[in-house]
């Protein structure tokens, strides 16, 4: 089998053969009994036997092409159920707000509280003017399509590292890199894993944001143009000013949301440049308030 055939084996399962064993639910724990009868049917129960016998390279990616076509049968059909089940379990309001509120109180820790205001600003702008009873029925059928279009995203992509690695010499990708390669490739059709994905973007996200945010700030300020006392609020914190984070923390906001260079540059923190300088210049060895 080449790898054109294992491609239209495994769309073919996933538009033919899949559809007539959905039987909806929730996922269980992988059944090995199960998977082993279903590849009864294609391999022999002495496959990793004959697989290490042979010899020739092309015989044993052939070989090891045919137990991927097997396995990942076995796993998009699951994958179906799953899905089915997962769509037929739309109505099942404490099934979906336990996933929606798993998936934003994960999303929540990761990134700063400003943000996770931002986002679920946005997702109260996208369903106003929906009636109040229909509002939360609109929002678990918005996360559940998130979650299913990001474990597609993941499936996709594990599919591409399996199919790379039997392009490639069966001595570096064999049977032991494939099974693991296929678990990954089962796991990423599981709600936890587009979870964690998503999670993890948002996190990625809120860092980019906020570097591109500085970029921005610093572009914004003519450095050269510091005002009289931020060149002097500088030069002290330049020489050793501030020692401690907390001393540093109260100084530059009280908030803890002001950033350094708005409160260098920023004309709108002229009087706090000012009140700090004053207090600066009296001589106090204390955290200077603003």
């Known amino acids: 089998m080449n790898i054109t055939q294992l491609f239209i084996c495994t769309i073919s399962v996933i538009f033919i053969n899949g559809c007539a064993s959905f039987l909806g639910g929730s996922p269980q724990a992988w059944d090995y009994k199960a998977e082993k009868v279903r590849l009864n049917q294609s391999i022999s129960l002495d496959y990793m036997k004959e697989y290490y016998s042979i010899k020739d390279e092309m015989e044993r990616k052939d070989k090891l092409r045919e137990y991927a076509a097997v396995r990942i049968r076995v796993i998009d059909i699951t994958y179906l159920q799953y899905v089915i089940g997962l769509n037929n379990n739309r109505k099942n309001s404490s099934f979906l707000s336990s996933t929606s509120s798993s998936l934003i109180s994960t999303t929540s820790s990761l990134i700063t509280p400003n943000t996770t205001k931002s986002i679920l600003g946005a997702i109260s702008a996208s369903i106003t003017g929906i009636q109040a009873t229909s509002e939360k029925e609109y929002f678990l059928d918005k996360t559940m399509e998130a979650l299913i279009s990001q474990m597609n995203a993941n499936r996709s992509q594990r599919l591409s590292i399996i199919i790379k690695g039997l392009n490639s010499d069966s001595n570096k990708y064999g049977l032991i890199e494939l099974n693991s390669d296929l678990d990954e490739y089962y796991k990423a059709g599981l709600v936890q894993n587009a979870i964690q994905v998503i999670s ?91």
Do not use: H
């Open 200 to 290: 993890a973007n948002a996190q990625k996200n809120n860092i980019d944001e906020k570097e591109k945010l500085d970029d921005v700030k610093m572009k914004k300020y003519d450095l050269k143009n510091m005002d009289t006392n931020g060149v002097k609020i500088d030069n002290w914190l330049k020489n050793g000013g501030v020692t401690n984070d907390r001393c540093r923390y109260k100084f530059i906001s009280n908030d803890g949301e002001t950033r350094l260079i708005d409160l260098l540059y920023d004309e709108s923190y002229k009087e706090q440049r000012a009140t700090i300088v004053s207090k600066l210049e009296e001589g106090t060895k204390k955290c200077p308030n603003k």
